[in-house]
T-cell receptor, first 115, second 114 residues
């Protein structure tokens, strides 16, 4: 029973490029959450998705960031035209329906470095 | 708005010594409370969680935490620390009923001296 799978583990992008981060939830989990961890800080909520629906994107920056969770395949966090300030660890969590944060399982994260 | 304070950024203890990591929260009702551990380059592993009932919660790896409503605290403890416990520890709160997002503290980095 695989856990939450995130890839890539490490991603290096030049300023202005696009970054795509993938998250496959645990089997049986239909809810996905993305968090960002800036250096020396705790995790900050970005977005909560169910299949084909964005439920809460209150933590997403207004520009350049988008997220999706299609009917088939992993959830994708997309960052367009990356800047140095986007360098961070991005974590995905998944949960079964109803449990919300009480049922979270986190992935190992994607460390994005913008050069 | 809910918030979490972990007042100690770094803590160093000797192996075998006891440990207490502090966590204070601000929330209108009794929140759901969590402690996570993050080893270098790794994801977050849940140590324990609380939402109701006995205020002393047992977790994995010998950790426990006590919810004190009067102090708005949820401190993490371990009677005897092992070198493998060196990691970063995060306290988090979620809204009553679980909700869908957690608010994290800024973390406490634990160093264990042999």
């Amino acid at each position: 029973n695989a856990g939450v799978m995130q890839n890539p583990r490490h991603l290096v992008r030049r300023r202005g490029q696009e970054a795509r981060l993938r998250c496959s939830p645990m089997k049986g989990h239909s809810h996905v959450y993305w968090y960002r961890q800036l250096p020396e800080e705790g995790l900050k909520f970005m977005v909560y998705l169910q299949k084909e629906n964005i439920i809460d994107e209150s933590g997403m920056p207004k520009e350049r960031f988008s997220a999706e969770f299609p009917k088939e395949g992993p959830s994708i966090l997309r960052i367009q035209q990356v800047v140095r300030g986007d360098s961070a660890a991005y974590f995905c969590a998944s949960s079964p329906p109803v449990q919300g944060s009480y049922g979270y399982t986190f992935g190992s994260g994607t460390r994005l470095t913008v050069v | 708005a809910q918030s979490v304070t972990q007042p100690d950024i770094h803590i160093t203890v000797s192996e075998g010594a006891s440990l207490e990591l502090r966590c204070n929260y601000s929330y209108g009702a009794t929140p759901y409370l969590f402690w996570y551990v993050q080893s270098p380059g790794q994801g977050l592993q849940l140590l324990l969680k609380y939402f109701s009932g006995d205020t002393l919660v047992q977790g994995i790896k010998g950790f426990e935490a006590e919810f004190k409503r009067s102090q708005s605290s949820f401190n993490l403890r371990k009677p005897s620390v092992h070198w493998s416990d060196a990691a970063e520890y995060f306290c988090a709160v979620g809204p009553t009923g679980g909700g869908n997002k957690l608010t994290f503290g800024t973390g406490t980095q634990l160093k264990v001296e042999l």
